[in-house]
């Protein structure tokens, strides 16, 4: 991924490599002829304008998108121009260019030790048929996948140090072929933790899968498509391109009346519903209607628990067992009693997820019963009547006028503010 | 010098074992010992190998019994796309050197980058302010992420560490003054994230692992082991229950993570290089992935498979971050040839190419209401994108 880090040939070098080998295929590649460059003729050259030509009708892409291409091409080295040659650009006209000989190509440069281990594996296939280790077989294999185009390379020299190893005293030979084992064993790729993946497998061979006619089914996209500003535009108009941030003024956390399609997303889901500041809020309103906002209660403090400081954790379980799982509790959520008696056990030794259980008893409880009944309700069905549907702003008149960009407070600003305020100050 | 043949250790450990010692024996002429554990160490990857790979193609047989659909199929009945016409909104100049992470904050104008010459700036993007610098005393800061909160930031790269720097207003303090380490790896950090709160960072290495920190404490929550080499991507999944993420390695393996127990429930390796970037799916049930192969991948958690490919034979150059638009119908991609791939996640075409950086697109995210998208490059800025 980084250079600086990476252990081979970029694998774009690869891709490109079989471009230009494409581009040179004898009955789909270029149309290659003599061009002149000033008095001479140089055989087996292509204008710019070829070049480019080639490439939008193979890849069926536009003129824009083939210099693109083809200007990497030149840029790598593939290609390069016979007029100006230091100067590696690809140019849309008649300028000539020719395809650089595979001798030259960036991935047999690089990198030496891949070369180098390809020799040394091929010298011992050579000298003992048949004696290389299992590791070394698969990354014989795959060498010879990988830089196949110098193969001829690689195992003229490994006959070429064989033979003059030949040459030397046994002892010297002996040295040499334990020193050289010895390196390749240290510097060799490592070796795939073999053990966790087997588990792994075996877990996954045992899970549910589900049919891909059911997992594709999901119309998720097309249920949030007029939600998608970037699909669809967003009103009054994208704070981005019309430099107005009333977009988001009236979509803040907090406002006395929400817009149209924010009211609308709560009914997707119950996490959307309990996601958005203002939906908690009218759906603890409407729970406390029905006597059962203890159970809202209840899940913020489990998960405020969960993501709370680790510190916290101990008085934070003894709040939640006091308000809401003691006998007799101000706030009694209604849990199973299986669940109620694993919960009080774990209690004795609290930890981050000691209330999970609990906690998504009382979620799918909400989501289950109480929230579908908050969608058919009054109170949410005239949040959503009278939820406003801004106006589409009118494309400025002079657009070449743009409006002030206005900053706004930072999030870090707004914290110190209502902590300089004091404990009254309200936070979302 | 014992080595250890029992099928339940790990090659590794056995691998490793031995070059301590290989290193010793490098000297001597004759190495008889090294040659008995090199055999014992061959059978049992040769064992390990042939269990892992009957295991793995049974895996297989049991994805494909219930494929019964392509994804493209499935979208033949749902409207195509129009013309797509974005353009930079925002350029922000002011790294002196390639950015290499960005990240939004939820006040949906705010970000955070961070960059090769060891700044981290917070800038305000919609007036293109600059709001907040601070220096690392490392190069390459490879990650950066903004607190839910908006409060602090949390970056780190070569230093091997991820620190929190909660922001202060006051212009004179040195923000650096009150940095916390929160996070220690044997190697370069390449992501961080906060998950639901400013209390807990996830983050990934080059030394494999992926790793749960309480940032109060500094202490190590949780460790995910099971990449075979560097981790470079990860991001926390979007659901009810809240309690996975997905993490992509130069092992081209993309795993899918229980943060609890530490455990990988479920593993994908489809792509043909490192995947640099991965991302859910808005609804969670499943996740892209952006790989130096050049393609995008698309995996469905509860079909357990991959399900749609976005490539194109025009596109050599690799992905390095991937990115859903709000309703998850487009997929960005942020290439290596400088490029934006807009592609449509249903039908697999895709629907727009972007130019505009001069140099490598590096990160790249959505905006957390859908706005608009960020990117950020080799060529010093970030752009804006609407």
């Known amino acids: 991924m980084y250079p600086l880090l990476s252990s081979g040939p970029a694998t774009e070098t690869l891709r490109m490599e079989k471009v230009i080998v494409a581009m040179q295929d004898p009955d789909m590649g270029m149309k290659m002829r003599n061009q002149r460059l000033l008095i001479t003729v140089i055989p087996h050259a292509m204008t710019g304008k070829d070049i480019i030509d080639w490439l939008m009708q193979n890849y069926n892409i536009n003129e824009e998108e083939s210099l693109h291409l083809g200007g990497f091409l030149v840029q790598y080295g593939y290609i390069y121009p016979l007029k100006e040659p230091r100067c590696l650009v690809l140019r849309p006209d008649e300028s000539p260019y020719r395809f650089q000989t595979p001798y030259f190509w960036t991935s047999t440069r690089w990198p030496v030790s891949e070369l180098d281990y390809a020799i040394f594996l091929a010298k011992k296939n050579i000298r003992k048929q048949g004696e290389l280790m299992e590791y070394e077989k698969e990354r014989y294999s795959v060498l010879h996948k990988r830089i196949n185009h110098t193969w001829d390379f690689v195992v003229m020299q490994a006959r070429e140090q064989l033979r003059a190893s030949k040459q030397r005293r046994k002892a010297d030979r002996i040295v040499t072929e334990c020193q050289e084992q010895a390196y390749w064993l240290i510097n060799r790729p490592p070796v795939c933790p073999l053990s966790p993946f087997i588990e792994t497998c075996r877990r996954a061979l045992g899970r549910n899968r589900v049919k891909s006619s059911i997992c594709l089914e999901g119309s998720y996209s097309e249920q949030y498509q007029n939600h998608d500003p970037i699909m669809q535009g967003c009103l009054p108009s994208n704070p981005w391109i019309s430099d107005d941030t009333a977009h988001w003024t009236m979509n803040a956390a907090l406002v006395p009346i929400p817009t149209r399609l924010r009211v609308e997303r709560w009914s997707f889901s119950f996490m959307e519903l309990l996601s958005d500041a203002m939906g908690r809020q009218e759906f603890m309103m409407y729970l406390e209607k029905e006597f059962s906002a203890e159970n809202l209660c209840f899940w913020q403090a489990c998960e405020e628990i969960r993501h709370g400081e680790s510190s916290k954790i101990v008085e934070k379980v003894e709040e939640i067992y006091k308000n809401f799982l003691a006998p007799g509790a101000a706030r009694w959520v209604n849990i199973d009693s299986k669940t109620m008696d694993k919960t009080l056990e774990g209690i004795k030794h609290p930890h981050r997820f000691v209330m999970d259980d609990a906690q998504m008893h009382i979620y799918f409880l909400m989501k289950k019963d109480s929230y579908p009944r908050y969608l058919k309700s009054d109170l949410y069905k005239s949040m959503l009547s009278k939820a406003i549907v801004p106006q589409e702003t009118k494309k400025s008149v002079f657009p070449f006028v743009r409006r002030q960009r206005h900053s706004s407070p930072s999030p870090a600003q707004a914290a110190e503010d209502s902590r300089s305020k004091g404990p009254q100050a309200g936070s979302d | ?386």
């Not at chain 2, 981790?231 to 996975?244: F, K, Q, W």
Request: aromatic share 8%.
């Open chain 2, 1 to 386: 010098m014992v080595v250890c043949c029992c099928l339940g250790r790990t090659a590794t450990w056995v691998s490793y074992q031995l070059k301590i010692h290989a290193q010793k024996y490098m000297r001597s002429p004759l190495i008889p010992e090294m040659a008995t554990q090199e055999v014992q160490l061959n059978e049992t990857l040769a064992h390990l190998k042939s269990e892992s790979e009957s295991l793995k193609s049974k895996l297989e047989e049991e994805r494909a019994k219930l494929h019964d659909v392509e994804l493209h199929q499935v979208a033949e009945k749902v409207e195509g796309l129009g013309q797509f016409v974005m353009k930079t909104r925002r350029t922000l100049k002011g790294h002196g050197n390639k950015v290499l992470c960005m990240d939004w904050c939820k006040d949906k104008r705010r970000i955070v980058s961070s960059s090769q010459d060891g700044k981290v700036i917070v800038w305000d993007a919609f007036t293109t302010n600059k709001e907040h610098a601070v220096t690392m005393p490392c190069t390459w800061v490879m990650a950066c992420a903004y607190a839910p909160s908006g409060c602090a930031v949390a970056c780190g790269g070569l230093d091997n560490k991820c620190s929190v720097y909660p922001l202060s207003l006051d212009k004179n303090e040195n923000l650096a003054a009150k940095k916390k380490s929160v996070a220690m790896h044997t190697n370069y950090l390449s992501a961080c994230s906060f998950t639901n709160s400013d209390m807990q960072i996830l983050t990934s290495s080059g030394d494999g692992t992926c790793a749960l920190w309480d940032v109060e404490s500094g202490q190590l929550l949780q460790s995910f082991h099971g990449h075979a080499a560097d981790v470079l991507c990860l991001d926390l999944a979007p659901s009810e229950t809240g309690n996975t993420f997905v993490s992509g390695g130069c092992d081209k393996k993309a795993n899918v993570w229980d943060m609890r127990s530490g455990q990988c429930i479920q593993s994908f390796e489809t792509h043909e290089s490192d995947i640099n970037s991965v991302r859910y799916y808005p609804s969670g049930d499943a996740f892209a992935s952006g790989s130096d192969d050049a393609t995008c991948r698309l995996y469905d958690l509860r079909a357990d498979r991959e399900v749609a490919i976005y490539s194109k034979e025009s596109i050599i150059f690799g992905v390095s971050s991937v990115d859903f638009s709000l309703s998850g119908r487009l997929l960005f991609g942020g290439y290596n040839d400088y490029t934006i791939n807009v592609w449509d996640v249903l039908k697999g075409t895709r629907v727009s190419i972007l130019f505009g950086h001069e140099n490598r697109v590096s990160t790249l995210r959505v905006s957390p209401d859908g706005t608009a998208f960020s990117t950020g490059s080799w060529d010093h800025t970030l752009r804006i994108w609407a």
